[in-house]
Antibody
């Protein structure tokens, strides 16, 4: 069955960076893209960007252009999202989702990133 | 950015009764390919969002047929024909047409 399994919770200090992984299984990795979405405590979801599982093409939300990097590792069917220059308002649950353009049908379980001094 | 406005923000419903949520967009969500790019999600407490409807009116795999989506252009609606206790949570519309954005969310609760 289709699964997206994310890495565990992380704690970072302000100014640091964090890299979250999302391992895919149960489908042909290269046939899909993947979106990253985050949700701060008590807030609605916020889209961060998208990356192709086929060729690594990516596009980022303007808000995150200068401090987010999304990558794929086809051999392990894993996608990564790294965000740098962390601030307290980056504290959120980060989700990956399978995204073929028409739908975002499967989501990871979420990774809590806490930014605190 | 495209702004999505949902209403109502809070929706108390008696089990077995219908429910309806509106999502209005600041720009048309009709692509040149003829598809309307609007999703509906349900997020239950402590869980990831789950896709209910995509392309405005297509029910996702495994979603009960009491959920339906309709609309076009800038106005869309999610309907639940008969609300059940398991439908409690926050409903979001989302547009992936132009740098994806979400509505504010509608909290459905059981009366």
């Amino acid at each position: 069955q289709v699964r997206l399994v994310q890495s565990g919770a992380e704690v970072r200090k302000p100014g640091a960076s964090v890299k979250v992984s999302c391992k895919a299984s149960g489908f042909t990795f290269s046939n899909y893209g993947f979106s990253w979405v985050r949700q701060a405590p008590g807030q609605g979801p916020e889209w961060m960007g998208w990356i192709s599982g086929y060729n690594g093409n990516r596009r980022y939300a303007q808000k995150f252009q200068d401090r987010v990097t999304m990558t794929t590792e086809t051999s392990t069917r894993t996608i990564y999202m790294e965000i740098g220059s962390l601030r307290s308002d980056d504290t959120a649950v980060y989700y990956c989702a399978r995204d073929n353009g028409d739908s975002r049908d499967y989501w990871g379980q979420g990774t809590l990133v806490t930014v605190s001094s | 950015d495209i702004v999505l406005t949902q209403s109502p923000l809070s929706l108390p419903v008696t089990p077995g009764e219908p429910a309806s949520i509106s999502c209005r967009s600041s720009q048309s969500l009709l692509h040149s390919n003829g598809k309307h790019y609007l999703d509906w999600y349900l997020q239950k407490s402590g869980q990831s969002p789950q896709l209910l409807i995509y392309l405005g009116s297509n029910r996702a795999s495994g979603v009960p047929d009491r959920f339906s989506g309709s609309g076009s252009g800038t106005s869309f609606t999610l309907n639940i024909s008969r609300v059940e206790a398991e439908d409690v949570g926050v409903y979001y519309c989302m547009q992936p047409l132009q740098s994806y954005t979400f509505g504010q969310g509608t909290k459905l609760e059981i009366k």
